[in-house]
């Protein structure tokens, strides 16, 4: 059966809100992608977030608060935690700290770990549903484990068909990629997971060095990292200079002088064949554009999808992430 999907009213908050209370699942707009949200506080809700996704249990889920004050019934905020939080919540940013003593936290959404991950979600849809639950939110990406991340009401309705009560319907996500998850639980910061908040912005605003730490095969700090995920279900090709009559296209910037092998431009492609994540190079109307351009272009008809460079700086270095994991390379 189908997911109802829920024009944006007070009444269909509270009736979300209502649901969560209950143990259901809401699929939730915020501003990076839609979560599939369940109270962050039961063991049985949070089951039922693993078993619709069919995501494996190692792997944490992010915890939705309203602000640094919510978020201090859960986890430690040393300074540089207070820090971060004050330039960059509510926003795309999710910071894991040690776990409280007493936190509430169910250890199901931590996999069993000593800390927690916590974000502030800026979209006002997420912080209306948070506050008429009164609870923290677990939350993933509301798709299949492995799959895209759905950033329109759409994607998660043809990702997730049974399992949840509704899905809030709250326009295309304006960031489009997952947030930056930074680690604050040890004496060096590290980005578990690249995103819209950058590694120059985090370590100007902490005045030290932020390296990424993506790949940690001997002791995974952010285990969601290792798993399979972003997959279309065809074949994607990285570094693109022209195009196979049989690819479809992912274009960035300019394709003026790209050709199609065998003859033509890649300009000519018919329109189902080819996206451009941003004519104009724009990295952050590139990175909005990425997963449903991915989605658009995921048909068996195709071969494979060729992807041209992204320059690998700034929200470049997300995006790139996201590309190499839909390529199987990371
Ligand atoms: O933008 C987002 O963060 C979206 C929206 C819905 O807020 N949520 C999201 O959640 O992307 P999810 O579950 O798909 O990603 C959670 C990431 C995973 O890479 C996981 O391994 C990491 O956060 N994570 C969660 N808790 C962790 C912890 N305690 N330590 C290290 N990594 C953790
Ligand atoms: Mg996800």
């Given at each position: 059966m189908a997911i109802p999907i829920w024009p944006i009213t007070n009444e269909a908050i509270n009736q979300a809100a209502q649901a969560i209370k209950a143990g259901g699942l809401i699929a939730f707009p915020t501003e990076t992608v839609y979560g599939l949200g369940a109270?962050?506080?039961k063991g049985p809700a949070i089951a039922r977030i693993f078993a619709t996704k069919g995501r494996p249990a190692i792997n944490p889920l992010i915890v939705h608060v309203l602000d640094v004050s919510q978020a201090c019934q859960y986890a430690v905020f040393d300074d540089r935690a207070r820090i971060v939080a004050h330039m960059?919540?509510?926003?795309?940013l999710t910071l894991v700290l040690p776990k409280t003593i007493?936190?509430?936290?169910?250890p199901l959404v931590t996999a069993g770990l000593e800390t927690v991950a916590l974000r502030s979600p800026a979209h006002p849809v997420a912080r209306d549903l948070i506050k008429a639950t009164g609870l923290p939110i677990a939350a993933p990406s509301?798709?299949?484990?492995g799959r895209l991340s759905p950033t329109a009401p759409h994607h998660v309705a043809a990702s997730l068909s049974e399992g949840v009560v509704a899905i809030l319907a709250g326009?295309?996500?304006?960031?489009?990629l997952e947030s930056t998850v930074l680690d604050l639980s040890g004496p060096v910061p590290a980005i578990l997971r690249p995103g819209a908040i950058t590694a120059q912005q985090l370590s100007a605003v902490l005045e030290c060095d932020v390296l990424y730490d993506?790949?940690?095969?001997?002791?995974?700090?952010?285990?969601?990292?290792?798993l399979a995920h972003y997959a279309p279900s065809i074949p994607v090709r990285l570094g693109a200079v022209d195009v196979l009559p049989d690819e479809a296209l992912l274009a960035f910037?300019?394709?003026?002088?790209m050709g199609i092998k065998g003859?033509?431009?890649?300009?000519?492609?018919?329109p189902d064949q080819f996206r451009n994540l941003s004519q104009t190079g724009d990295l952050i109307e590139a990175a909005a554009n990425l997963f449903a351009y991915l989605n658009d272009l995921d048909?068996?008809?195709?071969k494979k999808i060729a992807v041209m460079n992204i320059p690998d700086q700034g929200l470049g270095v997300a995006i790139n992430d996201r590309l190499k994991k839909a390529a199987g390379l990371a």
């Amino acid at each position: 059966m189908a997911i109802p999907i829920w024009p944006i009213t007070n009444e269909a908050i509270n009736q979300a809100a209502q649901a969560i209370k209950a143990g259901g699942l809401i699929a939730f707009p915020t501003e990076t992608v839609y979560g599939l949200g369940a109270d962050a506080t039961k063991g049985p809700a949070i089951a039922r977030i693993f078993a619709t996704k069919g995501r494996p249990a190692i792997n944490p889920l992010i915890v939705h608060v309203l602000d640094v004050s919510q978020a201090c019934q859960y986890a430690v905020f040393d300074d540089r935690a207070r820090i971060v939080a004050h330039m960059f919540w509510p926003g795309p940013l999710t910071l894991v700290l040690p776990k409280t003593i007493h936190s509430l936290i169910h250890p199901l959404v931590t996999a069993g770990l000593e800390t927690v991950a916590l974000r502030s979600p800026a979209h006002p849809v997420a912080r209306d549903l948070i506050k008429a639950t009164g609870l923290p939110i677990a939350a993933p990406s509301a798709n299949k484990s492995g799959r895209l991340s759905p950033t329109a009401p759409h994607h998660v309705a043809a990702s997730l068909s049974e399992g949840v009560v509704a899905i809030l319907a709250g326009g295309k996500s304006a960031v489009g990629l997952e947030s930056t998850v930074l680690d604050l639980s040890g004496p060096v910061p590290a980005i578990l997971r690249p995103g819209a908040i950058t590694a120059q912005q985090l370590s100007a605003v902490l005045e030290c060095d932020v390296l990424y730490d993506m790949a940690q095969p001997d002791s995974p700090k952010s285990p969601g990292q290792l798993l399979a995920h972003y997959a279309p279900s065809i074949p994607v090709r990285l570094g693109a200079v022209d195009v196979l009559p049989d690819e479809a296209l992912l274009a960035f910037g300019s394709v003026k002088f790209m050709g199609i092998k065998g003859g033509g431009f890649a300009q000519d492609l018919p329109p189902d064949q080819f996206r451009n994540l941003s004519q104009t190079g724009d990295l952050i109307e590139a990175a909005a554009n990425l997963f449903a351009y991915l989605n658009d272009l995921d048909n068996p008809a195709f071969k494979k999808i060729a992807v041209m460079n992204i320059p690998d700086q700034g929200l470049g270095v997300a995006i790139n992430d996201r590309l190499k994991k839909a390529a199987g390379l990371a």
